[in-house]
């Protein structure tokens, strides 16, 4: 089963694309700020990320530098 982590800080947001994600087999983690991510990254180490690059501290400029 493919890991997804979803990232934003709209809880309404995280929780229809997480149940629409779960509903089709995905095991989906959600965080509710980019430092939570962050944190989380190395132990979960999801197999894709969506995330809102304007959610603090993550910006545009350090999401495109993250070695993924």
């Given amino acids: 089963m ?3 982590a979803l990232v ?3 809880k309404s947001i995280l929780t229809s694309v ?4 779960e509903a ?9 700020d980019g430092q939570s991510a962050l944190d989380a990254f190395n132990r979960k180490q ?4 969506a ?3 304007t959610s ?4 545009e400029r350090f ?3 993250l070695p993924i």
Avoid: A, R
């Fill in 2 to 4: 493919s890991k997804i």
């Fill in 8 to 10: 934003d800080d709209d």
């Fill in 18 to 21: 997480s149940m629409t994600l």
């Fill in 24 to 32: 089709v087999g995905f095991e989906v983690e959600t965080y509710n």
């Fill in 46 to 49: 999801p197999d894709m990320t």
């Fill in 51 to 53: 995330l809102d690059i």
């Fill in 56 to 59: 603090e501290p993550l910006g």
């Fill in 63 to 65: 999401v495109v530098g």
